[in-house]
């Protein structure tokens, strides 16, 4: 539905408005759950690569534990940036910029969602003779 003239002149004062405001400006880049995403995959590299140091630490000195503590390290935040990355792509965190549209139910995520969901799609849709 498109705005009235008067609504966007309105609209358009606003966002000048809002331009010039820069603690506003960094209040809603703070409060913005993609920000957010980034700032948690920088610390899950920084993570990796402290995990990679001890890992190597504790080969060169000959300490399996530490090295091992390591890689357990390393794994942990590998799987923590996986998850912070897949979060970041969620249309959720696009809701701000416009409008979305879910295609699955909530519950369902990846591949695990749309194979079921194929599948269900698939017996809702066979011919009629074969029921």
Known sequence: MPLSE???RLFEQIERSLAEDPKFASAVR???PRFH???RLLVAAGVVIAGLALLI???V???PPLAVAGFVVMLASLGYAVQSHRRSQSPD???????TSR????GRTGRRGSFLDRMEDRWRQRPEGHR
């Open 6 to 8: 008067h609504e966007q």
């Open 30 to 32: 703070a409060s913005d």
């Open 37 to 39: 995403a980034r700032r």
């Open 57 to 59: 630490y504790g080969a």
């Open 61 to 63: 000195i000959k300490t």
């Open 93 to 99: 965190l696009h809701v701000v910029g416009g409008t």
């Open 103 to 106: 295609g699955r139910p909530r």
